[in-house]
């Protein structure tokens, strides 16, 4: 099983800053099969990134992904106050499908 | 636009069977995808618990495997959930989701709302 380790815990910025939140997993993630979710209080997951650099449909061009085999970075250019939230980071390349434990960005 | 609905009771005994159905509106569940549930305890994080394809393939977590079946019923447009023998551990929201693609090595792109199940006598 490939274990995610996010970092930070969590993260306090103000608006308009930018957030650079890490995801490092435990053995190399084959064909950089992984996704990054945002999760706001009460709501399910949404999909922002996959193929570690791909945004899926609807999602900013404030966001980016980036990284390859084991170091996995997800960047917000300028933080919205719709922004702040939870981050998630999860492999598909090799079963259990598995996610990190989360960071998450506050308003300092 | 895909959408998903899970449904199922609220509250199950320990020792029993937790069943969940999520329901698919938007799109066929016979089309080229697969189909998932994850589930999240209160202020904790993600864990996958199992996909199925149309053909009726399934993975699940082997953390899980013993006590989960996931099955498809193609002409309700709809898949569930079965989870034996539950503990207070199983108390989560759980969530449906889709996988697109056919070959199964994919990620989540639309999710349920979410449902509550807590394990209490």
């Known amino acids: 099983e490939i274990v995610l380790t996010q970092s930070p815990g969590t993260l306090s910025l103000s608006p308009g800053e930018r957030a650079t939140l890490s995801c490092r997993a435990s053995?190399?993630?084959?064909?950089?099969?992984l996704a990054w979710y945002q999760q706001k209080p009460g709501q399910a997951p949404r999909l922002l990134i996959y193929?570690?650099?791909s945004r899926a449909t609807g999602i900013p061009d404030r966001f980016s992904g980036s990284g390859s085999g084991t170091d996995f970075t997800l960047s917000i250019s300028r933080l919205e106050p719709e922004d702040f939230a939870v981050y998630y980071c999860?492999?598909?390349?090799?079963?259990?499908?598995?996610f990190g434990q989360g960071t998450k960005v506050e308003i300092k | 636009q895909v959408q998903l609905q899970e449904s199922g009771p609220g509250l199950v005994k320990p020792s029993g069977t937790l069943s969940l159905t999520c329901a698919v509106s938007?799109?066929?569940?016979?089309?080229?995808?697969?189909w998932s549930w994850i589930r999240q305890p209160p202020g904790k994080g993600l864990e996958w618990i199992g996909e199925?394809?149309?053909?009726?393939?399934?993975n699940y977590n082997p953390s899980l495997q013993s006590r989960v079946t996931i099955s498809i019923d193609k002409s309700k447009n709809q898949f569930s959930l079965k989870l034996s023998s539950v503990t207070a551990a199983d108390t989560a929201v759980y969530y449906c989701?889709?996988?697109?693609?056919?070959?199964?090595?994919?990620?989540?792109?639309?999710w349920g709302q979410g449902t509550l199940v807590t394990v209490s006598s």
């Open positions: 199925i394809y149309q053909s009726g393939s399934t």
């Open positions: 938007g799109g066929s569940i016979s089309s080229s995808n697969w």
């Open positions: 989701a889709r996988m697109p693609g056919a070959i199964g090595v994919t990620y989540f792109d639309y």
């Open positions: 999860q492999q598909y390349g090799s079963s259990p499908r598995t």
């Open positions: 193929g570690a650099s």
């Open positions: 053995q190399s993630v084959s064909s950089s099969y």
